[in-house]
């Protein structure tokens, strides 16, 4: 089945098998990353761009230009943007495909993070070590030397 919109034909995923889908994927859809979907998680959380930049520890334009190719690129796939800036100040109105596309990457986060704890739960491989600044220079130095240990340790 084939859809056409604004900018062009678009393939929907048919019978043909996932991997054939894959492949044929969109360069707008496939060049999606990690960090713009967790920027469009807490756009949408937190209302604007500067306060999303706040909770990133980024500046507000790296925000925007993420936005802004996400726009573009959900616009070439689907016609729509996902977020509309409404004015300084005020926080952005998402789209029904940008609320959709928001929930997707929430959901996703949240597989991939339980999928990455059970895998560390099962290999009993995780190591969690509070510390300050006063210890850090003393965990850098005993750090090569209990890797090892441990390391030894699961090898045995």
């Keep these: ?11 929907v995923p048919g019978p043909e098998g996932f991997r054939a889908d894959l492949m044929s994927c969109s360069p707008d859809l496939l060049d999606l990353t990690w960090d713009q979907l967790r920027t469009l998680i807490v756009v949408q959380e937190t209302g604007t ?9 980024r500046e ?26 409404q004015g300084r100040g005020q926080d952005f109105l998402f789209t ?8 997707r990457a929430r959901a996703t986060f949240a597989d991939w993070l339980q999928g990455i704890a059970a895998s560390r739960r099962r290999l009993g491989s995780t190591l969690t070590v509070g510390t300050t600044e006063f210890t850090l220079g003393f965990l850098g ?16």
Aim: net charge positive; proline share 4%.
């Design 141 to 156: 130095r005993v750090w090569e030397g209990s890797r090892r240990n441990c390391w030894n340790r699961r090898s045995s």
């Design 96 to 103: 029904p495909t940008g609320l959709e596309v928001a929930e």
């Design 1 to 11: 089945m084939v859809l056409s919109l604004p900018s062009g034909p678009l393939k």
């Design 49 to 57: 761009a500067l306060a999303a930049a706040r909770m990133l520890g």
């Design 60 to 85: 507000q334009s790296s925000v925007q230009k993420q936005l802004d190719i996400l726009n573009r690129n959900f616009q070439s796939l689907t016609g729509e943007l996902l977020v509309v800036k």
